[in-house]
């Protein structure tokens, strides 16, 4: 694996970008607060993506010197400017076309591109309201009360060979993944983990951390307030 699985078991912080917000969000304000936070990478997607991302990785490439990796809610949200992809398998649900379905599309297309591809399981957990995610990727989430079952989905996809497994409450979820159940998959694999989903302030984000998260993906809270991590 290359450098930026380095950087996702160093972890830290991954702030998320979604393109659709660029009207009406700060990302100037944003970009230059996560490069003085140290920030480890940008993500950059959305359950939504209504335009090519091709010139928004390219133009936030021209405002940071730090990796900007694709975090997909479909096939169509690739670029080979990006400098990887979380190549995600929505294991929580049982819908194939987000287990296997997009990844076969866009597969010929991110093998050639060179970029480098982190096969990641995600997991949603439930995060105490319907999230876009939910709807979009038409899945149940993981109740929050029930550590044991996140703890056997994220040791199925580390069998299967994934390389990262990502527990989402959603973006912009009322409660963020618990962490008690945080805590409980650490435990249980090696592989790095992700969290994310209505982590709002650096008390929650150090939270995390502090559970067993490697890395923490921060979107909504940063839009709001783009000086959250000072
Ligand atoms: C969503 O985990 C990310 O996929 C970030 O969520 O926007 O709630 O920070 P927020």
Redesign the pocket.
């Known amino acids: 694996m290359g450098t930026l699985y380095d950087k996702i078991v160093k972890g830290g912080l991954a702030i998320?970008l979604d393109p659709d917000k660029e009207s009406q969000v700060d990302f100037d304000a944003i970009v230059a607060n996560g490069q003085k936070a140290e920030a480890s990478m940008f993500l950059v997607g959305g359950s939504l993506v209504s335009k090519p991302l091709d010139s928004f990785v390219n133009n936030l490439k021209g405002k940071t010197s730090l990796p900007v990796v694709l975090?997909p809610g479909s096939a169509m949200q690739f670029t080979p400017v990006a400098d990887g992809i979380l190549f995600l398998s929505l294991i929580s649900g049982r819908n194939p076309d987000f287990l296997i379905g997009h990844h076969v599309t866009v597969a010929p297309m991110v093998k050639q591109s060179g970029v480098e591809v982190i096969p990641t399981g995600y997991i949603l957990i439930d995060g105490g309201a319907p999230t876009s995610?939910q709807y979009m990727s038409q899945t149940m989430p993981i109740p929050a009360s029930k550590p044991d079952i996140a703890v056997a989905t994220a040791i199925a996809g580390e069998l299967l060979g994934l390389k990262a497994i990502y527990l989402?409450?959603?973006?912009?979820?009322k409660n963020e993944v618990p962490a008690k159940v945080i805590e409980a998959v650490r435990k249980a694999i090696s592989v790095p983990l992700i969290v994310?989903?209505?982590?709002?302030s650096k008390q929650q984000f150090t939270d995390a951390l502090s559970a067993g998260a490697n890395l923490v993906?921060?979107?909504?809270?940063l839009?709001t307030n783009p000086r959250m991590f000072g």
């Open positions: 998320l975090f995610v989402e409450a959603g973006s912009g979820a994310g989903g209505g982590i709002r993906v921060v979107g909504n809270g839009e």
